[in-house]
């Protein structure tokens, strides 16, 4: 079934970064646009930032991310990346990786991973 294990989450100050991973299973990864989302009590998931399929070769980010998160992909390992800087206390959330390019593809989630800013 398909799987997703987020990892990278912790305690930052303001301005800090973070490095987010995602390994994956039980779909073919390397065809698959990916995406992270991420969630605060009391509101949905909200997209942050997706990359195409195959090579990776487009992105997309958030507004409120732009010029600050990164996403990448490496097909061999089946995994998906989320590069944090200058983080503010805004960006405090759960973070989940999900298949898709804008739109979760499945229902099923992983666990997510914490990242809270101090400020």
């Known amino acids: 079934q398909v799987q997703f294990v987020e990892s990278g989450g912790g305690l930052v100050q303001t301005g800090g970064s973070l490095r987010l991973s995602c390994v994956t299973s039980?779909?073919?990864?390397?065809?698959?646009?990916m995406s992270w989302f991420r969630q605060t009590p009391g509101k949905g998931r909200e997209l942050v930032a997706g990359?195409?399929?195959?090579?990776?070769?487009?992105?997309n980010y958030a507004d409120f991310v732009k010029g600050r998160f990164t996403i990448s992909r490496d097909n061999a390992k089946n995994e998906v990346y989320l590069e944090m800087n200058n983080l503010e206390p805004e960006d405090s959330a759960v973070y989940y990786c999900?298949?898709?390019?804008?739109?979760?593809?499945?229902?099923?989630w992983g666990p997510g991973t914490q990242v809270t800013v101090s400020a």
């Open positions: 999900m298949d898709g390019w804008t739109a979760p593809s499945y229902d099923t």
């Open positions: 990359i195409t399929g195959a090579g990776g070769k487009s992105t």
């Open positions: 039980g779909f073919t990864f390397r065809l698959r646009a």
